[in-house]
């Protein structure tokens, strides 16, 4: 856990030290861009951000076995480092937690996985106040919370430490909108392109799908 961490804040403190010296080269192109529209597009940003995740599972292998949706969170660190108008690079670090909820035999079930999430976006300004991003995302298991109750009480509670299990790529697609230079609203959806590993998540296999909202806050 304390080694994917280290390796994510690495990865965004490395991208924003470059950054800076890039965009002493890139100044320049300023004039390709309106200046209405690009008077603050080449400042490196950091932030934090956080919000709900709306998370279910999909493609499960048992057709019996149906899922509903569970309501969860995400927080992390933000950067945002411009390319070349209107595109910036976008990495992220965040902690988010996914899951989902089931009807079995035995009652009611529900599982709430975090996760370590690095998503590397590609981030578009499409117009001064609003940006599309898309891009590929890294996933590292940290531990599972399986629950069992019979409708009234919780009859089970197992915890599961997946540290060991193998990360995840997923793929991420989502909006901005700036309320004012500092503050952004935000909303994606993130789905895992592998099925996850079987050992503590629960049989059957399944892959992880993610609404979130949420909200920025940008320095610099």
């Given amino acids: 856990m304390k080694k994917i961490l280290s390796f994510a804040i690495l990865l965004l403190v490395a991208g924003s030290v470059s950054a800076q010296g890039y965009y002493g080269h890139r100044r320049a192109v300023r004039r390709s861009a309106p200046r209405s529209q690009s008077n603050d597009f080449y400042r490196v940003r950091v932030g934090i951000a956080g919000g709900f995740n709306f998370a279910d599972a999909v493609d499960s292998y048992n057709t ?3 899922t509903a949706g569970i309501t969860a969170f995400h927080v992390g660190l933000t950067l945002d ?13 965040l902690f988010s937690q996914k899951g989902y909820s089931a009807q ?27 940006n599309f991003v898309v891009g590929p995302q890294v996933s590292f298991p ?20 997946t ?5 995840v790529l997923d793929g991420v697609i989502g909006v901005g909108f700036d309320i004012n230079p500092s503050v952004e609203l935000r909303a ?16 059957p296999g399944y892959r992880n799908e993610v609404f979130q909202l949420g909200i920025g806050f940008k320095f610099q």
């Fill in 104 to 130: 079995t035999n035995d009652g009611n079930f529900t599982q709430r996985a975090n996760f370590i999430d690095v998503p590397l976006l590609a981030k578009f300004r499409l117009s001064p106040n609003f």
């Fill in 64 to 66: 019996d076995y149906s």
């Fill in 81 to 93: 480092v411009p390319i070349i108008y209107p595109v910036s690079f976008a990495p992220e670090v």
């Fill in 142 to 161: 940290i531990s599972t919370t399986n629950t069992y109750d019979n409708g009234f009480d919780v009859t089970a509670r197992d915890h599961y430490s």
């Fill in 188 to 203: 994606r959806y993130t789905i895992d392109f592998q099925q996850t590993d079987d050992n503590a998540y629960f049989l």
């Fill in 163 to 167: 540290t060991n299990d193998r990360t």
